[in-house]
């Protein structure tokens, strides 16, 4: 691209062949900003799909489509969506999406680990195109290589996509609101601004330095409301393991305080049938590893127990039982009933989680992983564990919500088939998990 504004036309029909034009627009492209453009269409239909195209000079884009949600608390029948996250590109190729093509949603949400920062790993499928990341044109340049993927780029065309970030958009095990040394500021800061143009975020994400707005609220109608979690910006250092007075310390936070009055208001007046919370790390409180040694993880809520007992003492006290949490990050499946508290024998369920495996991270995955008898008898509220690859498709009604676990053979080569390896019901006012 040349180092020059680019005068870009933008159009939006009612059809495919781009015939019915309801709007078009101009905007600039600037190498500020990679040359990315950000436009934000008023005055839609609510409720249905349109397409949408670009123009350059004398370049066309390929026609993207999109849809309009439902009106804010119109009755609404049905939202079918799928959840990913973790799509390492180096590590396997993304034959997920070519099956998610297929899945007639309306929208894909993805929970973060969009880019990976590192070099290359040993018995890379295919290459990174630099050793580890730093500065804004190496971060722009990561993002750049995996939006070269023509599947992503078709599922990308093909709905509507719902993001959030999770570490490796910026670093591994990334906490924002702890340690901010100079060095560490100037990194995110870069990591941000690529982030930023290249995602189809609204203008009031603009990060300013080191800071970026995405937590961030969407309503399907009056199905469900999307609470969008930003786990990563604001949390206070991950507590080391051996200690639990760190854990418990009310201080901890992984939400920080302004996230957390936002959410936990948006949770009080919601109206949908539904609320999910879209974002990173397990809540339930998983012991991952087999064996007599415990193996928990405080880079997960499990770090943060005090805010994660608030927040689920708060959906019980809220007494609507319609609260899902969607989570990514740990490149497995699993299903989980959440409690606020573990000790209590007859504890009542305080939301239901389904944690969805990554697209390529780990490389081949195990549909039967050989620790999975031990994991489940550890993890007593776990109803399913698995280690393959793929997405998880959700189907909302305003009565009954239903997941199936959709996974991929292998994915380091292309074309693996795919198979629903599990699926569950949650009926709306009664969290926990049901066998569908
Ligand atoms: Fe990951
Ligand atoms: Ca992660």
Not at 123 to 137: C, M, Y
Not at 261 to 274: A, D, I, K, V
Not at 290 to 296: N, T
Request: aromatic share 12%; glycine share 8%.
């Amino acid at each position: 691209m040349p180092e020059v504004p680019v005068d870009v036309e933008w159009v939006v029909a009612e059809d495919e062949k781009m015939e019915r034009v309801v709007q078009r627009g101009k905007t600039t492209a600037t190498p500020e900003w990679a040359h990315s453009v950000h436009v934000e269409v008023a005055g839609l239909q609510p409720d249905r799909w349109y397409w949408y195209q670009f123009k350059a000079g004398d370049e066309l884009s390929p026609v993207g489509r999109t849809r309009t949600m439902p009106a804010a608390g119109s009755p609404t029948e049905k939202l079918r969506f799928a959840f990913a996250s973790c799509q390492r590109y180096d590590q396997g190729f993304y034959t997920a999406y070519e099956h998610m093509a297929n899945e007639d949603l309306d929208l894909v949400v993805f929970l973060g680990d969009y880019i990976y920062e590192s070099g290359t790993k040993k018995n890379a499928v295919r290459p990174h195109n630099s050793g580890r990341i730093f500065t804004l044109s190496e971060y722009r340049n990561r993002i750049a290589l995996y939006k070269t993927d023509p599947l992503l780029q078709r599922m990308h065309a093909l709905v509507p996509w719902v993001v959030t970030w999770d570490d490796h958009e910026t670093w591994n095990n990334m906490a924002g609101g702890a340690d901010r040394s100079d060095e560490e500021l100037a990194r995110r800061a870069a990591a941000y601004k690529a982030y930023y143009e290249h995602m189809p975020l609204r203008r009031v994400s603009l990060p300013s330095g080191p800071d970026m707005l995405l937590y961030r609220g969407l309503s399907f109608g009056g199905l469900a409301n999307f609470f969008v979690l930003d786990t990563r910006q604001y949390r206070t250092k991950q507590p080391k393991l051996d200690s639990p007075q760190d854990i418990m310390s009310p201080k901890a936070t992984i939400l920080g305080g302004a996230q957390r009055e936002w959410l936990f208001r948006g949770l009080q007046q919601s109206p949908t049938q539904w609320n999910v919370l879209a974002q990173q790390v397990p809540i339930a409180r998983i012991d991952f590893k087999a064996g007599e040694a415990p193996g928990y993880n405080t880079d997960k809520w499990f770090g943060y127990e005090s805010e994660r007992r608030r927040l689920l003492d708060h959906l019980l006290a809220m007494r609507r039982g319609n609260t899902v949490v969607i989570t990514g990050d740990v490149h497995a499946n699993y299903a989980n009933d959440v409690f606020a508290d573990y000790r209590g024998e007859k504890a009542p369920v305080a939301a239901t989680e389904f944690v969805g495996t990554s697209i390529t991270s780990d490389g081949d995955g195990e549909a039967n992983p050989a620790d999975r008898e031990a994991l489940l008898a550890k993890n007593p509220f776990m109803r399913f564990y698995n280690r393959e690859r793929g997405y998880v498709l959700c189907e909302l009604t305003p009565k009954t919500w239903r997941t199936d676990y959709r996974t991929v053979e292998y994915v380091r080569q292309p074309g693996a088939p795919i198979h629903t390896r599990a699926s569950f019901v949650v009926e709306n006012g009664r969290p926990g998990l049901q066998k569908a």
